[in-house]
């Protein structure tokens, strides 16, 4: 059975650089995209970006300038930064599995990484 | 690209049929038929009820279905339970030029 936990810091103060890592258990990341999305404390789900077990990404518009997406398929891992965190990063942050294609659906979720941002 | 619309609340009794709403446009809903639903009950990640507009993933009951016309796609709970309690988001792909996910702004389910 697969399954996905997120890792993070917890708190960061402005300007530091959030990184945050999926780790996948159970199975591979061939064959699968890799999406990371975040929930803010007002509850909306915003999609950051994703990356294919072949390492190509995509960034969403909003936040590409500072995000940065990683993946270690030898580890089963994938990773984030986000530079110049402010308070506006403040959220739960989830990786989920991308059944990309004619899917484009998230059939695994993480339980999802708290992240604060505060001085 | 703006978020996709649904009501902020839906609320009904048990055994009642309620339908919710995701509004979006050409960009996303209206040219794609690759609309997600996705419940997330509190303090718990979302997990997916429906993809591909109406498919049902193994383990959704049937009392959920999904439909689409347009650029509004629809999810119906028929014969509300007391378990469907929750927040259900919509979630449209919107092209791989751009940004490739667009999330609903969720709607508060209420079973009186």
């Known amino acids: 059975q697969v399954q996905l936990q997120e890792s993070g810091p917890g708190l960061l103060t402005p300007s530091e650089t959030l990184s945050l890592t999926c780790s996948v258990s159970?199975?591979?990341?061939?064959?699968?995209?890799w999406s990371w999305i975040r929930q803010s404390a007002g509850g909306g789900l915003e999609w950051i970006g994703r990356?294919?077990?072949?390492?190509?990404?995509n960034n969403s518009p909003v936040l590409w300038r500072r995000i940065t997406m990683s993946r270690d398929t030898s580890k089963n891992q994938v990773f984030l930064k986000m530079t110049s965190v402010t308070a506006a990063d403040t959220a739960v942050y989830f990786c989920?599995?991308?059944?990309?294609?004619?899917?484009?659906?998230?059939?695994?979720w993480g339980q999802g990484s708290l992240v604060t941002v505060a001085s | 690209q703006s978020a996709l619309t649904q009501p902020a609340a839906v609320s009904g009794s048990p055994g009642q049929s309620i339908t919710i709403s995701c509004a979006g446009s050409?960009?996303?809903?209206?040219?794609?038929?690759?609309v997600s639903w996705y419940q997330q009950r509190p303090g718990k990640a979302p997990t997916v009820i429906i993809s591909?507009?109406?498919q049902r993933p193994s383990g959704t009951p049937t009392r959920f279905s999904g439909s689409k016309s347009g650029n509004t796609a629809s999810l119906t709970i028929s014969g509300l339970q007391a378990e469907d309690e929750g927040d259900y988001y919509c979630?449209?792909?919107?092209?791989?030029?751009?940004?490739?996910?667009?999330f609903g702004t969720g709607t508060r389910v209420t079973v009186l």
């Open positions: 979630c449209s792909y919107a092209g791989q030029q751009t940004l490739a996910y667009v």
């Open positions: 591909q507009v109406s």
């Open positions: 990356i294919f077990s072949n390492g190509k990404i």
């Open positions: 050409i960009s996303d809903v209206g040219t794609f038929n690759l």
């Open positions: 989920a599995r991308d059944i990309y294609g004619s899917g484009s659906y998230f059939d695994l």
């Open positions: 159970g199975g591979s990341l061939s064959g699968y995209a």
